[in-house]
């Protein structure tokens, strides 16, 4: 079955860099990469999004290796609001059949 | 502009009654999606609709989900005799035309659907 892996949670300080690492071994030939936050009670947010090498937006960047089978998101200086889970979402063959798999999601936890 | 709606936001059925769940995606959005997600997890995808076409439903648990969007606009996820273990929050997005492959989502606030 494809499946799509990150840490459970992380902690970090205020003005920190945060990476965090998904592994999507599945992920469909043509297919991107793509960055979700999501706070309680709420529906994901879209953070960023890319297909190969480096990304970078005003909020944070995405780095993925030639062979595309992981992808990091990094924010860069953290703060208090950035409390979060953070989901990647990819597309991936299973059985011949493209199905859309969420990741099973880092609880990130800032600290003052 | 409005973003993704859904309504209700909460839903509490005793089991084996029947449920329907609202999502107005955003105007223009011709991809409509339906995901559902249990506590402490990510979500799970349930079906796809390019328009009024559901192209992909293979995501739905069971022959009692069923979803639809007869005018390519507001969908309904109907559940019927709901089980316990339907109770999770259920997340509509829609995005714009695309590609299949960009995953740009914009996420409705979900129903959370407690099942008694």
């Known amino acids: 079955l494809a499946k799509t892996t990150q840490p459970i949670s992380m902690d970090s300080y205020e003005g920190q860099e945060v990476n965090i690492t998904c592994s999507h071994n599945?992920?469909?030939?043509?297919?991107?990469i793509t960055w979700y936050q999501q706070f309680p009670s709420q529906g994901p947010r879209f953070i960023i999004q890319g297909y190969k090498t480096k990304v970078t937006n005003e909020v944070a960047s995405l780095f993925i290796p030639a062979d595309r089978k992981s992808s990091t998101l990094s924010l860069p200086r953290v703060s208090l609001s950035d409390t979060a889970v953070y989901y990647c979402?990819?597309?991936?063959?299973?059985?011949?059949?493209?199905?859309?798999?969420f990741g099973t999601g880092t609880r990130l936890k800032v600290l003052a | 502009g409005a973003g993704v709606s859904q309504s209700p936001r909460y839903k509490v059925a005793k089991r084996g009654q029947d449920v329907a769940l609202r999502c107005d995606p955003i105007s223009g959005h011709v991809s409509l999606f339906w995901y559902q997600q249990a506590l402490g997890q990510g979500p799970e995808f349930l079906t796809y609709?390019?328009?009024?076409?559901?192209?992909?439903k293979s995501g739905l648990p069971s022959d009692r989900f069923f979803a639809e969007r007869p005018e390519g606009s507001v969908s309904t996820l109907k559940i019927q005799r709901t089980q316990q273990e339907d109770s999770a929050v259920y997340l509509c997005?829609?995005?714009?035309?695309?590609?299949?492959?960009?995953?740009?989502?914009?996420f409705g606030p979900g129903t959370r659907l407690t099942v008694l």
């Open positions: 609709f390019q328009n009024e076409a559901q192209l992909d």
């Open positions: 979402l990819v597309g991936a063959f299973t059985s011949g059949t493209y199905k859309y798999i």
């Open positions: 997005a829609s995005s714009p035309p695309g590609g299949r492959t960009s995953h740009e989502q914009f």
């Open positions: 599945n992920i469909a030939t043509n297919d991107y």
